[in-house]
């Protein structure tokens, strides 16, 4: 889900914001006004979050 996180985060299409607090950091992806995706850091943990269907919103590599 990396490489795909990353294919949504660097869309130009889409926005994304950070919020960090602590040991805990939060990436969201939107397109438009509808979160796509989610990542949450949290110590060494590493979790990400997409909505069903986020494959339409990759674009070609």
């Known amino acids: ?3 795909e996180f990353d294919n ?3 869309n130009d ?3 994304y914001e950070t ?3 602590g ?3 939060v990436v969201k992806i939107y397109c438009g ?3 796509i995706a989610k990542k949450i850091k949290h110590k060494k ?3 990400y979050f997409a909505i ?4 339409k919103f990759l674009t070609a590599e």
């Open 1 to 3: 889900m990396k490489t």
């Open 8 to 10: 949504l985060r660097l």
């Open 13 to 15: 299409d889409h926005g």
């Open 19 to 21: 919020d960090s607090n």
């Open 23 to 25: 040991d805990k950091q």
């Open 33 to 35: 006004e509808q979160l």
């Open 45 to 47: 943990s590493l979790r």
């Open 52 to 55: 069903d269907g986020y494959e």
